[in-house]
């Protein structure tokens, strides 16, 4: 049997919102694997969320860059959150974005840009040495259409176009730039604010769907609940779910009333034409990461020679 440590239920507790015991039995039950348990949660009806984004664990920051039809995100982590308020960090990462916004959103291109006489890799070593703390350029994303506008948002800015969170979004348009800006802005702040998975149900993994679906049966088969009539809770659980997590078929968070595709086909009197939305990129720093937690007293300890 698997040992279950109290991290591990307290992990578990703090992404479904379940109760502590019900925690640790879902782990029990599913040998420590942390997926199978948040889906047995879920099917016993005691999971308060879905899912929960990764947990924020580097820190640094998201630097983002429009240019009319074009626009980049760029992720550069460093070890701590001092190195961010750091005005040598916050130029290197506006300077890497500006230089995505070119070369592309390939990293290893993008560290090779010559920047004046230096590469872009050795600004980043040149930064290194003088803070003196470990930073890299993590990921970079872009987006691109022939007619329209790419627009942009940051999240808790600590200058302009670098934060904590990124969004970028391209609308296909040819409208008023002016307008399609306007909107394009209000569009990622949304996306910033309610994180889409993907822009409707084609563009979701069919792996997650298919989960979904399992959990959605399992959990009305364990109450007793005949086929047919499963097969039809099951249909009616997936629009509700498509309706949380594709931006088209969101509730607009500027106005509630009404889903992202109705005030996408609204603003089209503004724009002066039809608006599809053509693509967006959500970053937020460090998701993804694990980071490990230390004993700042033992650190302090370690760094004096002394036993903490």
Known sequence: MATISAALVKELRDTTGAGMMDCKQALTENGGDMQASID??????????????GRVAAEG?????????????????????????NDQFQGLVKMIAQVALSAGADVEKIKATKVGSATVEAAI???IATIGENMSLRRA???????????????????????KMGVIVAL??????????????????????????ALDAAGLDPEVVKREKDVLADKYRQQGKPENVIEKIVESGLKTYYKEVCLLEQAFIHDTGKSVAQAVKEAEGKVGAPVKIAGFVRYALGEGIEKSESDFAAEVAAASGQKA
């Open 172 to 197: 296909e348009s040819a409208g008023k730039a002016d307008e399609l800006a306007v909107l394009g802005r209000q569009i990622a702040m949304h996306v910033a604010a309610a994180n889409p998975q």
């Open 125 to 127: 070593s040149d930064a």
């Open 40 to 53: 047995w949660l879920r099917k016993k009806g005691l999971s308060k969320a879905a899912k929960k984004a």
């Open 141 to 163: 994303a872009s987006l691109e259409v022939g007619k329209g506008v790419v627009a942009s948002y940051v999240h808790g800015a600590v200058i302009d176009g670098a934060g």
């Open 61 to 85: 920051l998201i630097g983002a860059v429009t240019s009319g039809n074009k626009g980049v995100v760029v992720e550069v982590n460093s070890e701590t959150d001092f190195v961010a308020r």
